[in-house]
T-cell receptor, first 113, second 117 residues
């Protein structure tokens, strides 16, 4: 069974600085997708970034980038130039194509002014 | 509507009562998912509908939980004889596909917060 582990329950960062959130997963599959979702207090799940396992190049979306290490089954999220609006819960998720998502327990990120 | 909608947004019920939670997916989306988020936890998969195929019910925690999807659109999650441990946020998501083929993003609704007293 696939599992997703986020080992940092809480993180904080100063505004404008960089922070990295960790995620590891366990699977015997070769083709899959990995995601980072943001959940602000409104409860709305917002897709931050997606990585296809068959792609070696790390995904990037503006200030958000990932470090995907397939052999190590590691998928960390780097947030550059942190903004107050980045304060939220962040969830790492794993999905097989045609399947459902498996989520980690989340990391609560606080951006301090 | 433009996104996935869920109703009610909040539901308070007494232990032992039945509840129904509704999800309206994005029009045309063939895949629909239910997840549960307990306080301070990540999302836990409950059930997955894909087109006319039999749903994947492997995440339902007990036989008190059931879900239907009528006409390939609206879905209702029913919890019978609610227990205090059922208190959680129930999130619905939909996507344009899912059964093989290319990736399709899951769009989430705002969730229903269920409180069982």
């Amino acid at each position: 069974a696939q599992t997703v582990t986020q080992s940092q329950p809480e993180m904080s960062v100063q505004e404008a600085e960089t922070v990295t959130l960790s995620c590891t997963y366990d699977t015997s599959e070769n083709n899959y997708y990995l995601f980072w979702y943001k959940q602000p207090p409104s409860r709305q799940m917002i897709l931050v970034i997606r990585q296809e396992a068959y792609k070696q190049q790390n995904a990037t979306e503006n200030r958000f980038s990932v470090n995907f290490q397939k052999a190590a089954k590691s998928f960390s999220l780097k947030i550059s130039d942190s903004q107050l609006g980045d304060t939220a819960m962040y969830f790492c998720a794993f999905m097989m194509l045609g399947g459902y998502m498996r989520f980690g327990a989340g990391t609560r990120l606080t951006v301090k002014p | 509507g433009a996104g996935v909608s869920q109703s009610p947004s909040n539901k308070v019920t007494e232990k032992g009562k039945d509840v129904e939670l509704r999800c309206d997916p994005i029009s045309g989306h063939t895949a629909l998912y239910w997840y549960r988020q307990s306080l301070g936890q990540g999302l836990e998969f409950l059930i997955y509908f894909q087109g006319n195929s039999a749903p994947d019910k492997s995440g339902l925690p007990s036989d008190r939980f059931s879900a239907e999807r009528t006409g390939g659109s609206v879905s209702t999650l029913t919890i019978q004889r609610t227990q205090q441990e059922d208190s959680a946020v129930y999130l619905c998501a939909s996507s344009a596909g899912g059964a093989g083929g290319s990736y399709n993003e899951q769009f989430f609704g705002p969730g229903t917060r269920l409180t069982v007293l």
